[in-house]
């Protein structure tokens, strides 16, 4: 029997019963734990509309020890249901308004390898439900638009687990016989079963407190091992900061007595905002100036904040069904990024946002696997927390407050929360809310939920000097995808500027589209940015009063998730990188040029053409390097090379060997020509105070960092000297792991001591240890897969902790030279992996088996070598299915 069944958006039925009321009893022990479940049902139709006899009760469980089942009381006889592996079907419900439902399951957390459910990690017990790991804890109903009432009893040895957790408030606790004590928590809110959560161990708290904007005090509470509890600083900071940004930017406070949030060291993904008990990976939660870098104090900003802004984006108003999963995560990965920006920069919080999502969406939309940011269908939900869910689900939630402004975007979230409080909704109410709130005429916009792919805009220009006019045509192509060969045109905001010779914005005052004039100005002021709305496939705007040709400013911010195709020239390019008032395009405008010349250069390198990189590129730099003018981060931004996927992704046949030579050229000799200005950049950037996280200490950090990698690619002994000193007098640990990556570019004693001392310095410490495994793995020393076969060996990895998988398997995926290594090496060492990591954890493995999905991209010999390696693994038996699904589909 085939049991990997897809399931389809378009099937979607509401559920024949409801739940009322949850109570949960967890007795844990450390053979099995025990949990006993007491649900009031009511049926969705009553009276007359109600069937008869009443429909079956159909409850998912997986993995459970069925032990009894009673309805109002009575226990159910053998001929009252039916089990399978997945189900547990109450054949004859009883025909009443309310019944209540008991059920007794054994569960086996300490044997759960696969994260999900409830499992224990470093001795303590966490749960981990979304999407569908409640079924695991016991039968229900596993399906958002279930929401009830929970209270939950937790049972447990004293001594080993003094610290017992769940949702909402604790109303009651007290010892028991044996050694054992009890803990009994409400929730008071309505939740899906996916928010659940428990938490048993020996932890201890940071503590601290905030009062909302109506005065009600909330005790905050972040709970580690008692030896992590220095390290939590950050985080308590920012879960303040995110708990006032809420209230500030968008009205919405806090709505209980207490916020937890535990840090765990074996988490699959980052983080989970269960009501009030959020359970995070510790890496997103731990820092300290030695151990972390600035990197991960963005991070924690960044997850802390989102886990906070569910509680309304997600909790409060959920989704329907899993289907609609960017109405959560798109909307709450947009204000997380919101949060950052205001917390740092704007404009360098924007690249580095795009920058990401032109790393991981961009191919997925363009591959195998490409689905739209609202799926029709999937084997494993697990597989659909994707870069397109939540990156370019957060994209699109960008583009109505494009469309719209801000104020116009808050009226539609407060018209979205007034509307749809306590429910269970669906991307359309998101989408209605924002129209109705502002009379918005947005035709359609909703085709970026149904559609993949991303879209190329074409835009041409036409100036005319007599009649002083300039007009912008744009047209919209969108390729194929699985499943959807043919696609509409889609509304897309186009945010733009005009700049003149003297590099200023000119004023915008009107614009004439389908023979209609737009008044672009706002109280009698003329604008400098406009917003276009390209609704067809072919649309043309005309600026009227241009003085003089401009050179454009398209896309400003990014207005809008595609790749753009203007007929900008280089010296267009260079002006907008030296002028343009959008910061955004102002980097973007350097990247063009940089993507142009790396593809010329690869175009070279295949035809064994000698390689030169223009004067005027070096010059471009070393102008950027010393404008003291600009923001230093915006700097490193700048001056950073796209990355080797970005080139590829823009290839016909992707070559990872000349990209990569071509990048490690163009480093090289602008280290070369630029040397004393990189020399002085490291100089003028250090510094002897204590570490501070914040933005002007973090762009300076970045700048010297950026200048020191560069120069240790000339591999020159006077360089290598001042990156030793370097790492050896750093005061943190941006900096000494800063210094680390760039001494180990090239193999060579220095490389192996360096790298030897570092981990005897942090041995102790398994988050700095997994920077030392990632930092190998990735690494392009030729043959480095056979160091990562040993790595896999050494006393501090192992492949049941996810963070050490992604440290050592998923970095290495990263390296152009040993991944892809023409021997088909590097793709048999992934296939291997998979199949052993599916067996302990196949929501894990099905993330690293992704990394073959783009073979088609390769030549003829490497897609052979991966395809082999797909065919191998699809063809293994007793494979998850969270592993088939993504194999299947790359081969398709
Ligand atoms: N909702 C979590 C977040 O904040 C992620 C949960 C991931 N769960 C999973 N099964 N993949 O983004
Ligand atoms: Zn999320």
């Known amino acids: 029997m085939d049991t990997r069944k897809e399931i389809f958006l378009k099937d979607y039925k509401q559920p024949d019963y409801y739940f009322d009321t949850v109570d949960l009893t967890f007795s844990l022990g450390e053979e099995q734990t025990v949990v006993s479940s007491n649900i009031t049902v009511y049926p969705r139709l009553e009276g007359a509309a109600a069937s008869s006899p009443p429909p079956p009760l159909v409850l998912d469980g997986v993995n459970l020890k069925l032990v009894s089942i009673k309805i109002d009381g009575k226990e159910l006889q053998k001929e009252d249901y039916h089990l399978d592996a997945r189900h547990l079907t109450l054949l004859s419900p009883p025909d009443t308004a309310r019944f209540t439902l008991q059920i007794v399951t054994e569960i086996y957390p300490q044997k759960n390898t696969s994260l999900d459910g409830l499992y224990k990690s470093s001795g303590n017990f966490v749960t981990q439900c979304e999407a569908e790991g409640f079924r695991k804890i016991t039968y229900y109903q596993d399906r958002p638009d279930i929401m009830a009432k929970y209270t939950c009893r937790v049972e447990g040895d004293k001594t080993l687990y003094p610290v017992l957790l769940s949702n909402g408030n604790l109303v009651e606790q007290g010892d028991l016989e044996g050694g054992k004590h009890y803990a009994v928590w409400e929730d008071p809110h309505k939740k899906p079963c996916y928010l659940f959560a428990l938490v048993a161990g020996n932890l201890?708290?940071?503590d601290d407190s905030f009062v909302t904007r109506s005065g009600r005090k909330v005790a905050l509470r972040i709970w580690t091992p008692a030896k992590d509890v220095p390290k939590t600083v950050h985080a308590m900071y920012t879960l303040k900061a995110a708990m006032k940004w809420d209230e500030d930017v968008f009205g919405l406070e806090y709505d209980l007595d207490l916020f937890n949030i535990v840090a765990v060291p074996d988490f699959n993904m980052g983080a989970m905002e269960n009501k009030s008990l959020n359970i995070f990976n510790s890496v997103l939660v731990l820092a300290s100036p030695e151990t972390a870098s600035d990197a991960n104090y963005a991070a924690i900003l960044r997850v802390i904040g989102h886990e906070y802004f569910h509680n309304w984006t997600g909790n409060r108003v959920t989704c329907r069904d899993w289907f609609q999963l960017?109405?959560?995560?798109?909307?709450?990965?947009?204000?997380?990024?919101?949060?950052?920006?205001?917390m740092g920069s704007r404009a360098v919080q924007r690249i580095q946002d795009v920058l990401t999502l032109r790393e991981l969406q961009f191919p997925q939309d363009a591959g195998p696997i490409a689905h739209p940011v609202r799926p029709h269908s999937y084997i494993k939900m697990d597989n659909f927390y994707t870069p397109t869910v939540y990156r370019k689900g957060a994209e699109v939630v960008r583009m109505y407050k494009t469309l719209l402004g801000s104020q116009g975007f808050r009226r539609g979230m407060d018209l979205y929360f007034k509307r749809h409080d306590g429910q269970a909704v669906t991307c359309e109410d998101f989408y209605a809310a924002m129209r109705d709130a502002n009379n918005a005429d947005f035709a359609n916009f909703l085709l970026w939920y149904s559609q993949a792919g991303t879209p190329t805009v074409k835009v041409t220009s036409f100036y005319n000097s007599e009649a002083k006019t300039y007009s912008l045509k744009f047209s919209q192509e969108l390729p194929p995808t699985p499943g959807q060969a043919l696609k509409e045109p889609m509304l897309i905001p186009v945010a733009v500027g005009l700049l003149g010779s003297n590099g200023k914005d000119m004023p915008l005052t009107s614009v004439y589209h389908d023979g209609m004039l737009q008044v672009v100005s706002t109280d009698g002021k003329p604008a400098y940015t406009t917003v276009l709305q390209i609704k067809k496939k072919e649309e043309e705007f005309l600026f009227s009063d241009i003085s003089e040709r401009p050179v454009p400013s398209l896309l400003r911010g990014y207005s809008a998730p595609i790749r753009l195709d203007s007929d900008l020239t280089d010296a267009d390019l260079c002006f907008l990188l030296a002028h343009d008032s959008d910061e955004f395009n102002r980097w973007e405008a350097g990247q063009v040029l940089a993507r142009n010349m790396m593809l010329s250069l690869v175009a070279d390198f295949q035809q064994n053409k000698p390689l030169a990189l223009k004067a005027d590129f070096v010059h471009g730099v070393r102008s950027l390097l010393s404008d003291g003018s600009l923001d230093k981060e915006f700097i490193a931004k700048a001056i950073d090379l796209p990355g080797v996927g970005e080139i590829m992704d823009m290839m016909d046949i992707a070559d990872p060997d000349a990209v990569h030579a071509v990048r490690s050229f163009i480093r090289k000799h602008l280290a070369t020509e630029l040397k004393a200005e990189f020399l002085k950049t490291v100089e003028n950037n250090r510094s002897s105070e204590?570490?501070?996280?914040?933005?002007?200490?973090?762009?300076?950090?970045?700048?010297?960092?950026?200048?020191?990698?560069?120069?240790?690619?000339?591999?020159?002994?006077?360089?290598?000297?001042?990156?030793?000193?370097?790492?050896?007098?750093?005061?943190?640990?941006?900096?000494q792991f800063a210094a680390l990556t760039a001494l180990v570019q090239y193999p060579g004693k220095t490389r192996d001591d360096v790298l030897a001392d570092f981990y005897g310095k942090w041995k102790h410490d398994f988050l700095v240890v997994n920077k030392w495994f990632g930092l190998q793995a990735v690494s392009d020393i030729p043959g480095n897969v056979e160091n990562v076969r040993k790595l896999l060996k050494h006393p501090a990895f192992d492949l049941r902790n996810p963070n050490k998988v992604r440290s050592l398997i998923g970095r290495f995926r990263e390296s152009p030279v040993n991944f892809h290594a023409k021997d088909g090496s590097g793709y048999k060492f992934l296939g291997e992996i998979v199949l052993q990591l599916d067996k302990i954890n196949p929501k894990g493995a099905a993330r690293m088996v992704s990394a073959f999905s783009r073979w088609r991209r390769y030549d003829e010999t490497r897609q052979t070598l991966a395809k082999a390696q797909l065919e191998?693994?699809?063809?293994?038996?007793?494979?998850s299915e969270n592993v088939f699904e993504i194999a299947s589909k790359s081969l398709a």
């Open 204 to 206: 201890q708290s940071r």
């Open 326 to 342: 960017s109405l959560k995560e798109g909307l709450t990965v947009f204000r997380d990024q919101e949060f950052s920006s205001d």
């Open 690 to 735: 204590p570490y501070v996280f914040d933005h002007s200490n973090m762009s300076r950090r970045s700048l010297k960092n950026i200048a020191l990698s560069y120069l240790t690619s000339l591999e020159d002994a006077q360089i290598t000297e001042l990156a030793l000193n370097e790492y050896k007098t750093a005061t943190n640990m941006t900096d």
């Open 872 to 879: 191998m693994i699809v063809s293994t038996n007793g494979i």
